[in-house]
Structures are given as structure tokens and as C-alpha cells.
């Protein structure tokens, strides 16, 4: 929780990928938004979004700067956290194809690349479910996405794609395996940002 603040700060890890088109969604919503490059700054902000983009690459750009370890510990602690794409590969339990060093932090497994390469990348209508007994048909850009393969017992179920589980959430932590912050409409971004108030108290 950050104190004496009158609006949520959201942060957006902002070593690579597409998070400017994230913090732009966040402002609008009404979040004041840091653009994440240093460790210290994760004491400023109530809430994260790790976004899409090159998983191994971002996982050489937190090694470098030293997120690794005070990330788990930031995000163990009870902080919100919003994986897209890439970022639910990094917040996985476990990653396949291949396997790759994860953060851990909910209980789930994915298979990366799985619907194809960069040409099999597509656009779909699925469902998100915020609350009980709500539905919501959005849009969903795949690229280059993960697939959930296997969900953990304490894994909520929020949305799905043609079959597949594609919005998860297990407490503080929520994924996406396509990517919100390009799609029309910003529900799910919106479900995030009351996670954070909701954290915030």
C-alpha cells in the first residue's frame, strides 16, 4: 500500500515489450502509472503489470537489473500483479516448450508459442468473467501467445478462447495470455485496477 495517496499507482515493467500501450489503458482508467526500469521504484507503486513481449529476453534484462529476487519478494508479499503474454510465462509455475527459468507465483503451467509462430498470430472473441454471474464477450489479440495447459486447484478460470483458459487469477496474481492492452475496451484492465484499490484498502 502506498500511503497518502489519493489514486492507485500502477507500475509497468518497462525493460522490453509493449508496456507503454498498458500505461496508456492504466491513465485513462484513472491510475497514476510509473514506467518501472529500477528496482526501487516497486516501493512507490501499489500494483505491477508485467507485459507481453520477448520472455527470454526479458528474462536476461531482469538478471542484468537485478529484478529477480526483489520482484518474488515484492509480489510474495501480497502486491497485484497483471501478467500478458510474456509476463504469464515469467509468473508460471512451470514453462514448457522449452522449459525456462519462471517467478513461480501461480500455480499454473504453459506451453509458450503455442498456437504457432509470429504468422499464426490471431484475433478472437472470448469470454471474461469479472464477477459472478457476469459475462463479457471482448476482443483478444493472440501473438505469438502461450497456452495454459494445466491450472493449479487454488487457479480461478476468469475467461476463455476457443476452449482454452486465457484469463487466470490465483489472489493477487492475474494473467493474460493475449494481450488486453491492444484489443478494444479495457475490462480486463479495469478488473485489475480494482484488484489494486482492493489491496490498497
Same mark, same amino acid.
Given at each position: 500500500m502506498t500511503e497518502g495517496k489519493t489514486r492507485p499507482v500502477v507500475g509497468a515493467l518497462a525493460l522490453? /515489450? =509493449?508496456?507503454?500501450a498498458h500505461t496508456a489503458t492504466m491513465e485513462r482508467l484513472g491510475a497514476d502509472v510509473v514506467s518501472v526500469r529500477k528496482v526501487a521504484q516497486l516501493e512507490g507503486i501499489d500494483g505491477l503489470i508485467i507485459p507481453g513481449g520477448e520472455s527470454t529476453t526479458l528474462i536476461r &534484462?531482469? @538478471?542484468?537489473?537485478e529484478f529477480w529476487e526483489p520482484l518474488q519478494r515484492w509480489i510474495g508479499d501480497g502486491h497485484p500483479v497483471f501478467g500478458t503474454c510474456a /509476463? +504469464?510465462? &515469467? &509468473?508460471?509455475n512451470e514453462v514448457l516448450g522449452p +522449459?525456462?527459468?519462471? &517467478?513461480g507465483l501461480i500455480d499454473i503451467t504453459v506451453e509458450r508459442n503455442s498456437y504457432g509462430r509470429q504468422v499464426d498470430s490471431f484475433e478472437g472473441t472470448g469470454s471474461?468473467?469479472?464477477?459472478? /454471474?457476469? @459475462? =463479457? #464477450?471482448? #476482443?483478444?489479440i493472440f501473438i505469438r501467445a502461450p497456452r495454459i495447459v494445466r491450472m493449479g486447484a487454488q487457479v480461478e478460470a476468469l475467461g476463455d478462447c476457443n476452449g482454452d483458459t486465457v484469463v487466470a487469477r490465483q489472489e493477487h496474481v492475474l494473467?493474460? +495470455?493475449f494481450h488486453p492492452e491492444l484489443g478494444a475496451g479495457s475490462t480486463v484492465? @479495469?478488473?485489475f485496477l480494482q484488484m489494486v484499490i +482492493?489491496?490498497?484498502g
Open positions: 522490453q /515489450g =509493449d508496456f507503454a &534484462l531482469m @538478471e542484468v537489473f /509476463g +504469464t510465462i &515469467l &509468473l508460471a +522449459t525456462q527459468k519462471s &517467478l471474461f468473467r469479472p464477477t459472478p /454471474g457476469r @459475462e =463479457d #464477450e471482448i #476482443e483478444m494473467v493474460a +495470455t484492465h @479495469e478488473y +482492493t489491496a490498497r
